[in-house]
């Protein structure tokens, strides 16, 4: 995944995606659906791309988008990564440590 030019998650369905978190870590430009827990991973334009499922045109358009602007795909993909440090396993923990301690 590290030497793609995007990660794509064409799905009609998520929860929380790993795959997108994986994508996140490793600093690859995203494009995904607005579905699920897409849009707590990716907040669309800023961190990557989120579209509608199986829409011919809106991916095509999106994908030449990322291809042919590098330069911005690639600080919106630093921009996801940076984000992704907050789902790491010691702040998810931390997280339900403070949940269950204020119950």
Not at 45 to 57: C, R, V, W, Y
Not at 75 to 86: D, E, F, I, P
């Amino acid at each position: 995944m590290l030497a793609s030019d995007l990660f794509i998650l064409n799905t009609t369905y998520e929860g929380l995606s790993h795959q997108l978190l994986e994508a996140m870590a490793l600093g690859v430009p995203i494009i995904s659906t607005h579905v699920g827990g897409n849009p707590e991973l990716i907040t669309n334009g800023e961190d990557g791309f989120l579209i509608s499922p199986n829409q011919k045109d809106e991916w095509l358009s999106t994908i030449k988008l990322v291809l042919d602007k590098p330069e911005r795909s690639l600080v919106m993909a630093a921009q996801a990564k940076l984000k992704s440090q907050n789902f790491s396993v010691e702040n998810m923990v931390n997280g339900l440590v403070k949940i269950f301690k204020n119950q």
